[in-house]
């Protein structure tokens, strides 16, 4: 009897306990009126990650704010790139959603799944390229920034060594690494890249050990194509510089963070919402970047860079912006020292978006 | 090859193992009283949730780390309750404890992620760390205490006819566990990378347990285990860095694989698989059986 009413009286906190917790969600979901638009996000990570996900949910409130009643938003975080995202994708679609942003590119397949099952519901799908009747994808050009690091790595770095930090062989992050090297090595031939994998999107710790390894072999300028802010932290301990990733980062290490990268996802949100309000949202693929304000620079850090850097890091966005530099110009050569761009033309978008090889001066490989 | 290259390497190695030496000796010690506690990624998430959470609200190491143990005891205490008391599946209980952890350390840490802090040299828990293996050796092959353990391990109705108390003995062990899976996770947040965010640990409580099976229930084993783990995934790092292509994603697997081997190593001989696993290792115990 005793461990019975033990029992109970366990089940009975967890309960309580539960339904504390379900009440003072936030994600509870609101009650809607018809004419309110639903619109719903798919994270791979936690929005506090203040990087990816984070700056998705940074869009997502703009898309709140702008729009006000006429839309009410969702969003489900961690969720896996595989089959479990099927299900989280047709939970939204079930639950009335009109509008469903699914965030990461391992997405690409369950969301035109879903789709497929809810013609009515529209899908925008971030750094795809399989797009269907009611499946948009969209994409910022953050090479663009790349480039803009690059040329100040390539002025700041005195061992010519930079470290890259890199997630998972994918176009997108290759185009990275391509774009930064061009910039870089164009302002110093000398300059060399160790770059690391570290297989994953988000693991602070992984991701540190690899900036400290990075630094140990004589690199004083950490690149990262990873989430979280512990490559920057490491440099800032160890006194080299880095760059942020993502989202501003200056906070967490003040002293090596020269510049980010930031993804401004606000506007295309908003617009976008904006169109399935009005009846408007069609079907197409979007790949912006400095020029439409999708692609940011955070403020240059003026304590590390003169201010004739910070003068050229501006130029650089603004040719970026008016079209009179672009980050891959020709001549560009593969590692093989075949000629890939030619001399006077610039890549075009379908190289780019499958961008798979490394240019030449690029040690190592691609891994496959 | 220059000597500072090599000691730096050293350095990361020292600096990234520890937590995994941590979260490994404290479920050694629980493993050989016969209890499976799978929840230490759970705990270890919550250890660093508290601990960071502490440190921003006071800026004192010491509370920070008081608060973190504590919600090791706290977590752990409640796990031993449900497994010793309730009687309930020690697997389900830990998988259940893994994914309460991980939900309610994001749900406490939200507020926090992102926080700056000064993080903590990593030397302290580094030196502790070989000291602990060292301690908790000699104390379970040369001291009572340590054997009761053991005995209560190996085989809980002899351990209860010879006077010993069976569930008490059983309590402190869960327990000595899930601190040292806090400190692991109060390590990883405030020394390794000092930050809060969600699902840092990333999988880290799941490597230290199969070290445990790894080292096969041997503290001097599992520093081994610990630093073979962690210095094969820093020499990875730095054989990319000069150039060499390695596969990635199998040394991501590594540590699962080597313990899948020595699992099969072990288990192929009857009388070495006696020799190491606790016989009662995940065996309910009823008092008056």
Known sequence: MKKQSLVLVVIAAIVVIAGIFFITNQNIQKDVSDDQKKIGFIYIGPPGDHGWTYMHDVGRQYLEKELGDSVSTTYIENVPENADAVRSIRKLAESGHDLIFTTSFNYMDQTLEVASEFPDVKFEHATGFKRADNVSTYSARFYEGRTVIGHIAGKMTETNTIGYIVSFPIPEVIRGINAFYLAASKVNPDVKLKIIWVYSWYDPGKEADAANTLINQGADIIVQHTDSYAPCQAAEKAGVLAFGQASNQEAFCPNAHMTAIEDIWGPYYAAKAQAVVDGTWSSEDTWHGFKDGMVEMSPYNEKLLSSDLIAEAKAIEEGIENGTIHSFEGPIYNQAGELVVKEGEVADDGMLASMMFYVQGIDGEVPQ | ?289
């Open chain 2, 1 to 289: 090859m220059s000597i500072e290259l090599i000691i730096g390497i050293l350095n990361i190695v020292l600096i990234s193992t520890t937590p995994l030496v941590f979260a490994g000796i404290g479920e050694l010690v629980t493993e050989k009283s016969g209890i499976l506690n799978l929840g230490l990624e759970g705990l270890m998430l919550v250890g660093a949730v508290t601990g960071f959470i502490t440190l921003v609200l006071t800026g004192n190491y010491f509370y920070s780390l008081f608060l973190s143990i504590t919600s090791g005891v706290i977590l752990s205490g409640i796990f031993a309750f449900l497994v010793l008391n309730l009687m309930t599946n020690q697997i389900a209980t830990g998988l259940a404890l893994t994914i309460f952890g991980i939900g309610l350390s994001a749900m406490l840490g939200k507020k926090f992620a992102g926080t700056p802090i000064d993080g903590l040299n990593p030397y302290y828990f580094i030196v502790i760390s070989f000291l602990l293996v060292f301690l908790v050796g000699y104390f379970l092959s040369k001291t009572k205490s340590g054997l009761i353990i053991r005995a209560v391990g190996e085989n809980h109705n002899s351990a209860y006819a010879l006077g010993y108390n069976v569930i008490k003995t059983r309590y402190l062990t869960i327990i000595f566990g899930g601190v040292m899976s806090s400190i692991a996770g109060y390590y990883i947040s405030i020394c390794y990378a000092p930050m809060w965010q969600e699902g840092m640990t990333a999988g880290r409580g799941w490597i230290a347990l199969a070290l445990v099976v790894f080292a096969t229930w041997k503290p001097w084993r599992l520093l081994v285990g610990a630093y073979i783990f962690g210095g094969v995934a820093i020499m990875q790092m730095n054989l990319q860095a000069f150039g060499v292509e390695l596969p990635g994603q199998f040394f991501n697997m590594m540590p699962y694989i080597a313990t899948l081997i020595v699992l099969v190593f072990i288990s192929s001989n009857k009388v070495r698989l006696k020799l190491s696993a606790p016989s009662c290792l995940n065996i309910p115990y009823e008092k008056n059986s």
